[in-house]
């Protein structure tokens, strides 16, 4: 599988008349194939099945370096497997991504993948933690992003206990961060750990909500139980 077999069966796989929509709605400057998700994962499927980890790390490299939206995607989806290993290499390509990531959708796609990672290996939250001090928005956001897994345990582990409370610590410094992604991704974080720790969500919006934008504040709270 090269990259040009790679654009090829994404080129032939789009939908006539949906990239100048796409371009619209992301309104960042790329090129836009028109594929919809599905379609992406199909393909995405197809490559994992006949290539080797090391072949897929390649590809995946390759597709992200041509900053076409669905090739991007498709890259990230290479690399979204719960069992990999060895790992190093992905972790570290998926890492290598975070300076370049300009939309919430191929960010978000790209920390789908690195979620896996952080959970097989999760003292990779220390390279983690280095993001929430990043002068870019997408960086810090991307710290809660790949964090995600650890709001939804109902009996966390003991480590997966202290991600938890690091990561709300980082949320903690967010509120005060005006950004409309950095507020949306503390909503998301406690919205998601509301559905399994719901105490926990509620001390932090005692504490911390009246920082919070209105629109966070609501998310956040979304699944709490209504006051009386």
């Known amino acids: 599988m090269t990259l040009d077999d790679a ?8 939908e006539d008349g949906r990239a100048a929509g796409m371009a ?3 309104k960042v400057p790329r090129e836009y194939l028109g594929l919809p998700n ?21 590809l995946a490299d390759q597709l992200w370096k041509t900053n076409i939206f669905e090739a991007r995607l498709a890259a ?39 979620q896996k990672r952080l959970v097989a290996d999760p003292s990779r939250i220390e390279e983690v933690e280095s993001w929430t001090k990043s002068d870019v928005h997408w960086t810090r956001r991307a710290a809660m992003v790949i964090t ?5 345990q109902n009996h966390p582990k003991p480590d ?10 980082w949320a903690v410094r967010y509120v ?8 949306k991704s503390v909503a998301w974080w406690l919205r998601d750990l509301s559905k399994h720790d719901a105490p926990r969500v509620e001390y932090f ?21 209504k006051e009386a």
Do not use: C
């Not at 570290?92 to 300009?102: E, K, R, T």
């Not at 997966?160 to 610590?169: H, N, W």
């Not at 504490?207 to 998310?219: C, D, G, I, Q, V």
């Open 24 to 26: 619209d709605y992301h």
């Open 38 to 58: 599905p379609a992406i994962n199909d393909l995405a499927k197809e490559w994992r099945g006949v290539l080797s980890i090391g072949e897929r790390v390649a």
């Open 76 to 114: 990230a989806k290479l690399l979204t497997q719960a069992r990999i290993s060895p790992d190093q290499a992905v972790w570290d390509l998926i890492v290598s991504w975070v300076p370049d990531f300009d939309s919430w959708a191929i960010a978000d796609h790209a920390m789908m993948a690195g």
């Open 176 to 183: 005060e961060d005006p950004e409309w992604f950095i507020q």
């Open 205 to 225: 919006l005692a504490n911390h909500a009246k920082k919070m934008k209105p629109f966070a504040r609501k998310e956040a709270a979304k699944f709490l139980p």
């Open 7 to 14: 654009l090829t069966a994404l080129r032939n796989a789009a």
């Open 160 to 169: 997966e206990l202290a991600i938890r409370k690091r990561v709300l610590g």
């Open 148 to 152: 995600l897994p650890y709001t939804k």
